[in-house]
Nanobody, 115 residues
Framework: QVQLVESGGGSVQPGGSLRLSCTAS????????MGWYRQAPGKQRELVAR???????SYADSTKGLFTISRDNAKKMVYLQMNSLKPEDTAIYYC?????????WGQGTQVTVSS
């Protein structure tokens, strides 16, 4: 059974930081491209950042230089370090695993940025 379980969400003031974690099970984690997506109320789900099986990273323009994605293949975990958070970063953040079109999603974790 494949599971992607996110953690680390919560409420933070503007300018604050959060670190999201995603723990994978049931997949050959090191072979998967892993990503973080987010969906704000009334908006479509959008890519935040991805990290390939070889460690190559890519980011949405809105998160470049502010967010950092990383992975630990031994622990089967992917992380998203989010700095200088803004109210517009408020969303449910989802972990995603993709292996040549075989795609899995986590249940999501809420991030709220508000003063």
């Amino acid at each position: 059974q494949v599971q992607l379980v996110e953690s680390g969400g919560g409420s933070v003031q503007p300018g604050g930081s959060l670190r999201l974690s995603c723990t994978a099970s049931g997949i050959s984690f090191s072979a998967y491209s892993m990503g973080w997506y987010r969906q704000a109320p009334g908006k479509q789900r959008e890519l935040v950042a991805r990290i390939g099986s070889g460690g190559y990273t890519s980011y949405a323009d809105s998160t470049k230089g502010l967010f950092t994605i990383s992975r630990d293949n031994a622990k089967k975990m992917v992380y998203l370090q989010m700095n200088s958070l803004k109210p517009e970063d408020t969303a449910i953040y989802y972990c995603n695993g993709d292996h040549f079109g075989l795609v899995y999603w986590g249940q999501g974790t809420q991030v709220t940025v508000s003063s």
